[in-house]
């Protein structure tokens, strides 16, 4: 057992620790008591297409049953004596680390500065500059960024929170990414690992961090301003490559398809997961990259993602029908990954798994949103989160429902500490929670069980 300091109460907590060997001492890691992976069966599909008859890889687990068997209330792992073999990382995400600058506007600055309400553009370092010259007069908030980022840091805060009520031990993430040598690089770094997300890329000399400006008008609406830097090289650091092949699950960000070689180093990270038993899970990123890598996206897809999160918007991309609803979507992707979660606003979620569809309904608030910038993020790092909980496939879209409303609330995209705090004290209940309607799959029957322990 391990004695550390709870990020939100200051209070000493246990943990437990996972033993590694470095040179001739024992360091002690750490670690979650959450419901471990299960390793899947599958081989190295390279070149062929996944059918969605793989063995189960969602286990259901009831918060409240596990606490009443401990003697102290913490939840317990469902682990063998193999545990101190666990992987060293439960998520390692490997996405492009971004500074972003967030405000709220008026429709006339979008239209004095030429740009189109809602849109998602690439600019330059001077364009940047003249944002945010033109943004002097406006207060702005600056935070660490990037979807995936936002993503991790929710997923981390979420594991922090349930360490804190539940002693589990937290959540081990690791963004694999490239930071800059500049002021805003070390901004980033340091964000990150407040927020228990490791860094595992070398920092680049004389490099600059990616920036997003993220402009959002009264009627909530966002738009993307990106510039990537001159740290956006996806290159697989020493580190990264360990910590994906001692990893429960790898998340590719879509977005790293915009940068050089991704195919090449996307599909080798897959690669390392695969073989060590990890799971590969991608985010679409956005409709505009979905379109201008819609090859790249299915080889991948093809060669073995166990997760997709998109939106309907890009599932309707990645599919080539734009009139398609979520749950047409979420039906047709799912032959190709054993979970296909497609978001789509106000409307809820749909989530294909084991043939059957899950709709899930928004978690509606009396509070008008603010900021719907980070909705698709937090509602990713909600799910993994009951995913890795070991909620059934209804709750852990109720998980991500639940965050994503948290986040759209306020200005900014990651979820904060206190938010994690209430969100994990009002998710165990849901285990208990009816599941929404089974819609049949395409020919296949319904089965409850099947979605249960898929």
Not at 205 to 218: D, H, K, N, Q, R
Not at 418 to 431: G, H, I, K, R, Y
Request: glycine letters at 10%.
């Amino acid at each position: 057992m391990v004695v550390s300091a709870c990020p939100f109460c200051n209070k000493s907590v246990f943990t437990r620790a996972l033993s590694h060997e470095t040179g001739n001492r024992k360091r002690y890691r750490p670690r979650p008591a959450f419901v471990a992976l299960p390793k899947s069966d599958r081989q190295n599909t390279k070149g062929s297409r996944h059918t969605g008859d793989h063995s189960p890889c969602v286990q259901s687990a009831n918060f409240d049953a596990d606490r009443d068997n401990t003697a102290e209330g913490a939840q317990q792992p469902l682990r063998g004596p193999e545990e101190a073999s666990t992987p060293a990382w439960d998520v390692v995400g490997l996405g492009q680390p971004m500074v972003d600058f967030s405000a709220s506007v008026e429709d006339d600055l979008l239209v004095r500065l030429g740009i189109v309400k809602g849109s998602r553009r690439v600019i330059s370092a001077q364009q940047r500059a003249e944002v945010l010259q033109a943004l002097e007069s406006t207060p702005y908030q600056v935070s660490a960024g990037g979807s995936l980022s936002n993503t991790l840091i929710g997923l981390s805060r979420l594991g922090q929170a349930d360490n804190c009520l539940r002693g589990s031990g937290g959540l081990q993430v690791a963004l694999a990414g490239a930071v800059g040598s500049d002021t805003l690089g070390s901004f980033f770094a340091a964000q990150a690992a407040k927020a228990g997300v490791a860094i595992l890329a070398d920092t680049q000399p004389e490099s600059c961090t990616g920036t997003a400006i993220v402009l959002t008008t009264p009627d909530a609406n966002r738009t993307f301003l990106s510039y990537l830097g001159e740290a956006h090289a996806l290159q697989l650091s020493a580190a990264a490559q360990q910590a994906i092949k001692s990893s429960r699950m790898l998340v590719v960000e879509g977005y790293m398809w915009e940068v050089d070689d991704a195919l090449e180093t996307l599909s080798t990270a897959a690669d390392f997961a695969r073989s060590s038993g990890a799971m590969v899970v991608m985010t679409a990123g956005d409709a505009g990259v979905v379109q201008r890598h819609t090859a790249d996206f299915w080889q991948l897809i093809n060669d073995g993602v166990d997760m997709l999160f998109c939106n309907r918007s890009e599932a309707a991309a990645l599919l080539g029908r734009p009139s398609c609803t979520a749950q047409e979507a979420a039906l047709a992707l799912g032959p190709h990954c054993k979970v296909v979660l497609v978001t789509d606003g106000a409307h809820g979620s749909c989530i294909s798994a084991m043939g059957q569809l899950q709709r899930i309904p928004p978690c509606w608030t009396t509070s008008t949103p603010v900021d719907t910038c980070g909705a698709g993020d937090g509602y990713a790092a909600g799910a993994l989160y009951g995913f890795l909980c070991g909620y059934d496939v209804a709750n852990i879209g109720r998980a991500g429902a639940r965050v994503a409303s948290a986040v759209i609330l306020r200005q900014g995209a990651a979820t904060t500490e206190d938010e994690a705090l209430q969100l994990v004290q009002s998710m165990p209940d849901m285990t208990d929670a009816p599941h929404p309607a089974v819609v049949e799959g395409q020919g296949l029957p319904r089965s409850q069980a099947q979605i249960r322990c898929m």
